[in-house]
């Protein structure tokens, strides 16, 4: 077959997926129309197709107007809105308590909404990372978010020990790109007991994989470790059972999957076992004490026996009305339902992809399997610069996608905004603009 002929035929194949994407979109909607979606800086549609969600979730609709009520609040009452406001501040992070717990699967004395995610994970560290003795390991992905890795090899420096001789590494098999449970399984048994923490990300920002989180804390927890998990791609993507899987603590952002806006505020699970534990180190302030009694200003905390313990601050009210704004769409609609659609829209996009990349120098690296990633497709390029490629996608073709250098595109189908329709502009951009080989 000529070139010219295979090529008029791929055309005429890719606009026939292009009514089929469309006729997916109205048999599937989801929830496009509560969210404000982006022009596309170029291409031939409106909207960018926006596949970035997993490094900044859209704006709802209903957060301008909410978080402009509790502006009005503060313009006319002052600091009278910490009891008059419609949403009283004092109280008003209890408002986040109940659906953040249904979000991840936990008692709501579980959680709480506070700071942002890696001072949380510091926090709750001087808690729950206390080696001693020749238990002093703390186990990371190689691919861990750089500010985990930071932050774990700042905590090893702060107890006086070596960093690069305490954070334990775990890497894929040669020829791998994801880690799979039976090796660290494995690792956790063997070298169990110099391991004081695992601190894992329950879906790998990089690879998209969702880890095996109920069986990895299970191995962890029985060689002697506090397992805690960095739930930043995880949260508002994928089911979770916090309390059920036994997690002794977690922390995520809200901006990401979460759609709370750029820098949102830090969601945080501990245990309820660890909850009435006086021995537990922990950094306190004003919001740790009880609040019934906050106001009689004793110079001795009286900490509650909830994760709102580990509240240092008094919270950011402007800051948590976007998270509350979110976390309601995400009552109303129900993770199982998010999740139901996550898996066919990302399954859809994987079908697409798999058409355009034989012959191209790109690669899915995320899991095949459905249960073991949510809703993200990292694809690896041979050559050439992931960024500039996403640069190409979004100026030529309006697809917002997200590089990670040196070498991984992310594309992220949002079940509660993306579409069948955006899959497909993924599809055709990449058939556009990396030649075939
Ligand atoms: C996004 C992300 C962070 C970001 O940390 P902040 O403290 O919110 O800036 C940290 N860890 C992981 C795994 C992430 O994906």
């Known amino acids: 077959m000529s ?10 194949e890719l606009s026939q997926e292009e009514k089929a994407a469309n006729r997916l979109d109205t048999a599937d909607p989801g929830h496009r129309h509560l969210f404000h979606v982006p022009p596309a800086d170029g291409g031939r549609y ?43 501040w004092l109280p008003y992070h209890e408002l986040l308590t109940g659906p953040t717990a ?26 729950f990372y206390r080696p001693t003795g020749t238990r002093t390991r703390i186990v990371i992905e190689d691919s861990a978010f750089p500010s985990d890795s930071y932050a774990v090899r700042s905590q090893a420096r702060f107890h006086g020990l ?47 994989e969702l880890m095996e989180i109920p069986e990895i804390t299970a191995a962890g927890r029985a060689a002697g470790a506090v397992v805690g998990w960095d739930l930043a791609h995880a949260a508002g993507n994928v089911p979770l059972a916090l309390h059920d899987w036994d997690v002794d603590f977690a922390a995520w952002c809200s901006y990401k999957y979460l759609n709370s806006g750029p820098g949102g505020l830090s969601g945080v699970f501990v245990h309820e076992r660890h909850l009435a534990d006086p021995t537990l180190p922990r950094f306190e302030g004003w919001w740790s004490t009880e ?9 001795v905390a009286r900490p509650p026996a909830t994760a709102e313990a580990w509240q240092v601050s008094n919270p950011p009210i402007l800051a948590m009305g976007p998270v509350r704004t979110s976390l309601e769409l995400f009552d109303s609609v129900g993770m199982t339902a998010l999740r139901e659609r996550s898996v066919r829209l990302t399954g859809y996009l994987e079908w697409l992809l798999d058409q ?20 993200q497709l990292s694809v690896r390029i041979g050559t050439g610069s992931a960024a500039e490629l996403a640069k190409r996608l979004r100026l030529e073709h309006g697809v917002v996608a997200d590089a990670r250098e040196p070498d991984v595109v992310r594309f992220a189908p949002v079940p509660l905004y993306s579409t069948y329709h955006d899959c497909w502009r993924v599809a055709n951009a990449l058939a556009a603009t990396v030649e075939v080989h």
């Open 3 to 12: 070139g010219e002929l295979s090529e008029r035929m791929h055309k005429e």
């Open 46 to 88: 409106q909207q960018a197709a926006y596949l970035a969600g997993n490094s900044l979730g859209l704006q709802p609709r209903a957060t301008r107007d909410e978080l402009f009520a509790d502006l009005e609040a503060w313009r006319c009452l002052g600091v009278e809105g910490h009891l008059a406001a419609m949403r009283p």
């Open 102 to 127: 249904r979000l991840v699967g936990a008692r709501s004395t579980e959680v709480v909404v506070m700071n942002s995610l890696t001072v949380n994970l510091h926090l709750l560290m001087v808690s």
């Open 162 to 208: 070596d960093p690069d001789t305490t954070v334990l590494r775990l890497t894929p098999r040669p020829g791998e790109d994801t880690l799979r449970t039976a090796d660290v399984r494995d690792l956790l048994a063997a070298e169990g007991d110099t391991i004081a923490l695992v601190l894992l990300g329950g879906v790998n920002y990089l690879t998209g």
């Open 291 to 299: 609040a019934a009694t906050r106001f009689e200003m004793s110079p």
């Open 356 to 375: 355009v990349t034989p012959g191209r120098p790109l690669a899915v690296v995320t899991p095949r399997d459905p249960a073991r990633r949510g809703a």
